[in-house]
């Protein structure tokens, strides 16, 4: 502390009587303190550190070079690295790798090879240690993960991030690719996960790819209980088919393409307020749905031209609340160029019709059909 309070008193220009009047005490207390024999109390680093920021004092860079300076004076034997580590209150006891039971690649504490990360997460902490250690690399066993989703996926993993009824909430690329996905259904498979256990999150990705978590044949994505997709515009043929997943919330999915949760049998909530084309047998299968929202409906796929292969074929529509726009149109059947067919807008609003009345929609029977405002 004192080197960094002289640093400071020499940045500002000031002498030991001009530091002491700014900071309101005595020029032998500031004495005191940069020969070490007396520390600020709270109240004058409070205003010290009014003062720093006022007058733009790189205190940071300060103790960032007070760190390199004493790393440069140590003597390295042969195999041997510096290491740095941060703790909020400070190692009490032998130092060991053993201080958290879950950390980003099994049990230990976090060190670094560069001073600034580990003083960055221990700032603004009172009582913070910064320490720098020296270990033998000559029988260390080394693991070198590229920072990548896989690296991300490790360090959830051990972090514990993905236990029984645990939230995890993942950052992806807006185009992230097929192999990311996979990464993910790897560790949570790696790690023995509970099936439906996990509600996850992921954010940024705007498409899911085909077969991104569907589970038919090979069984692999059986851990979903909640999926949530706040920026996914568009989830591809076969995404979810077969996964476990009880409810999704995607407010922004405009497409869901064929067969996307086919056979997801405990699927029972469908939020996409967006969502405006839908591809044949997209929900098929799904007989435990009771809850499910969509936008203005413009197109959805049928496989047959007596309206079968529909998209919620084999579910007990007739529990379902189904909610729609507002400004969804009547629909009619018309044959496609693909030589399929689809339901599409016939002209006029669907609301106050006799399908309306007799809670039908697209051929289906409804427990209750809701208007809502997009």
Not at 104 to 115: A, H, L, R, V, W
Not at 147 to 161: K, S
Not at 278 to 287: D, K, L, N, Q, V
Not at 327 to 344: D, G, I, K, P
Request: some cysteine.
């Amino acid at each position: 502390m004192q080197e960094i309070l002289n640093k400071v008193r020499l940045y500002l220009s000031m002498d030991e009587a001009d530091f002491a009047e700014t900071l309101g005490v005595t020029t032998a207390t500031v004495k005191r303190w940069e020969n070490g024999k007396a520390q600020p109390g709270k109240w004058i680093q409070t205003r010290l550190y009014e003062l720093c920021k006022k007058r733009q004092v790189p205190v940071y860079n300060m103790i960032l070079e007070k760190i390199e300076t004493a790393s440069e004076n140590i003597n390295l034997e042969a195999n041997r690295i510096l290491l740095y580590h941060g703790s909020k209150s400070g190692i009490k006891g032998k130092i060991e790798p053993r201080s958290r039971k879950q950390c980003d690649f099994g049990q230990g504490f976090y060190m670094g090879t560069e001073p600034s990360q580990p003083l960055t997460l221990i700032c603004d902490y009172e009582k913070s240690r910064f320490y720098i250690i020296s270990i033998s690399i000559s029988d260390l066993k080394v693991l070198d993960v590229p920072a990548d989703i896989e690296w991300a996926m490790l360090v959830a993993y051990h972090r514990g991030r993905m236990e029984n009824g645990n939230d995890v909430e993942l950052t992806l690329p807006s185009n992230a690719s097929l192999g990311l996905f996979d990464a993910i259904k790897n560790a949570l498979k790696d790690k023995g996960v509970p099936e439906s256990s996990v509600n996850i999150t992921l954010k940024g990705v705007m498409r899911i790819p085909q077969k991104a978590f569907g589970n038919l044949p090979e069984g692999v994505a059986p851990w979903f209980n909640v999926v949530r997709l706040p920026d996914a515009t568009i989830i591809e043929d076969e995404a979810f088919q077969g996964s476990t997943l009880t409810e999704i919330y995607a407010p922004k999915v405009e497409e869901i393409k064929f067969w996307a949760f086919y056979l997801c049998t405990n699927l029972r909530h469908v939020d996409m307020q967006k969502a405006s084309r839908i591809g044949s047998r997209a929900f098929e299968g799904c007989y435990d749905l009771n809850r499910v929202r969509f936008g203005a409906l413009s197109s959805v796929g049928v496989a047959y031209d007596d309206g079968t292969g529909g998209i919620f074929d084999n579910c007990i529509t007739e529990v379902v609340d189904l909610t729609l726009s507002s400004r969804q149109s009547m629909m009619e059947l018309r044959y496609t160029e693909e030589a399929t067919y689809e339901w599409v807008p016939a002209g006029g609003s669907y609301w106050g019709t006799e399908d309306y009345d007799n809670k039908q929609f697209l051929g289906y029977p409804f427990n209750k059909i809701i208007c809502a405002d997009d």
